[in-house]
């Protein structure tokens, strides 16, 4: 990649993110929608961390290869890191609408896995892309407005979830899954392959110079390439990336212990029943629950561009600071809260700690990464992520059941908690503020 980037107007950054959108549209779904289909289709409470191993295990195995396999990849006419997000864009559209035709337990998680490989082919890619795109300083602009979409597209998932449960001809049933779940994932089908081909078309990558396309062409990849990179990606990682690991370790899972619990502590708080009590009382907290997700998101993208503000003016490590004591405070309260509408109050200072978790972390980092190197050590903080996750899902039923009597809402406290452990790991990061480089005009060369 050229040292020398041409600055990016501020409609060009917005549209090369758009295609974000539709990718987190999708996230959304599977926050709020995938495992009420598990409660529909009678999983039990312990059952559900497992049933989610797809997201973690597929991040875990795709990112990182993928991420590597981009880094040497171009191609005159479709681009470095465009051909795999459009087809994981592809792949992913066509998953969302299969989804709630899912008759049974095992076909829903199966189908899961395809979804999630999808997602993170076009995911990791898009991270890069950024670092490949921007100069420096309009870095931490690029990355929050990834998550300024990343809170639009999952707040359409979440209010979706609840205007269509309105709709009186779609409370009927197909099977044990009803049609307003089915018109949300239809919809999500639509906005991810459309949001994606948008960014394509107005945003072309910066070719490699001379010397770098000649090396690409020496080193032909194979299909071994990315498990020989990535450990010796690890093992040159900079301090700061396994500071990070160590904060993402207590943040990841706490959010995986929100997402299971957010309908079912919501239907024991406020409505007073559960899954098996009340199916179709639960169904309300259900699309309550997709309301309050919907909020916070909301939240997300409206405080994503103060955060790029703050970022600058103090330290992108005071920011996550900041926003991982109001999530924790705020989960810690939420399952204590029996109006449904003060729910709304802890999710908005969740909403800024979302923000925050989608672009600030890539700012303490991306000014120790070689450039050369982007694709793999994004997928490597990828990994960061999904471990937890990992961790979470093969561990929390466990916890669950045996500490926490199968209670979503001292599951969602215990995620609380979690979070403020992981603010006082962030308080442990050496990290200045995001850096500057000699950058050229828009339209300079590459």
């Keep these: ?34 495992n009420p289909i598990y409660d529909f289709l009678g999983a039990k409470p312990d059952e559900i961390p497992f049933l989610n191993l797809a997201g973690p295990m597929t991040g875990l195995l795709i990112q990182p290869i993928i991420g590597a396999m981009s880094d ?38 199966g189908l899961l896995w395809v979804l999630d490989a999808a997602n993170n082919t076009a995911m990791e890619p898009y991270r890069a892309f950024i670092a490949d795109k921007l100069p420096a300083d309009q870095m931490a602009t690029g990355f929050l407005t990834q998550s300024f979409f990343t809170g639009l597209g999952i707040t359409l998932a979440n209010v979706s979830l609840f205007i269509f449960q309105k709709v009186t001809y779609l409370k009927q049933m197909h099977g044990q899954i009803p049609y ?10 639509l906005c991810s392959i459309t949001s994606v081909l948008w960014s394509i078309k107005k945003t072309p990558e910066i070719p490699p110079t ?26 040159d990682m900079p301090k700061v990336m396994w500071q990070l690991a160590l904060v993402y370790l207590f943040q990841w899972y706490a959010l995986f212990c929100y997402w299971q619990n957010a309908a079912k502590s919501i239907a024991q708080s406020v ?22 997700n919907g909020w916070y998101n909301i939240v997300t993208f409206l405080s994503a561009f103060g955060l790029v503000f703050l970022a600058k ?17 705020g989960l810690i309260i939420f399952p ?42 994004m997928g490597i903080i990828n990994m960061m992520i999904v471990i937890p996750m990992i961790l979470q899902t093969t561990t929390f039923g466990f916890i669950l059941d045996r500490f926490l009597n199968n209670d979503p809402g001292r599951a969602i406290t215990f995620a609380g908690v979690l979070l403020l452990i992981a603010c006082a790991a962030t308080m442990l990061i050496k990290a200045d503020k995001p850096a500057a480089e000699v950058v050229l005009p828009v339209g300079g060369a590459h």
């Design 210 to 235: 001379a010397e770098e396309l000649a090396a690409l062409k020496a080193n032909k990849q194979s299909i071994l390439d990315p498990f020989i990179e990535i450990p010796h990606a690890i093992r």
């Design 1 to 34: 990649m050229s040292f020398f980037k041409p600055r990016l107007s501020f409609m060009q950054i917005i549209n090369m993110n758009v295609g974000f959108f539709g990718i987190q549209y999708s996230f959304g779904l599977q926050q709020t929608a995938i």
């Design 336 to 377: 204590q809260i029996e109006n449904k509408y003060l729910l709304f109050a802890p999710m908005t200072g969740f909403g800024i700690a979302w923000a925050s978790m989608m672009g600030i972390p890539y700012l303490m980092v991306v000014n120790k990464i070689p450039k050369e190197r982007y694709g793999v050590y």
């Design 72 to 109: 040497k990849t171009w191609h005159s006419r479709w681009g470095r890191r465009k051909p795999y997000f459009f087809i994981g864009a592809l792949f992913c559209s066509l998953c969302l609408f299969v989804y709630p035709f899912s008759s049974t337990l095992w076909m829903a998680a």
């Design 313 to 329: 003016k103090f330290s992108p490590k005071f920011v996550h600071i900041s926003c991982l004591l109001l999530a924790g405070l």
């Design 180 to 189: 307003w779940v089915f018109a949300s994932f239809f919809l999500g089908s």
């Design 271 to 292: 409505w007073k029943t559960s899954p098996s009590k009340d199916p179709t009382l639960y169904q309300e907290a259900v699309g309550w629950a997709g309301l309050v």
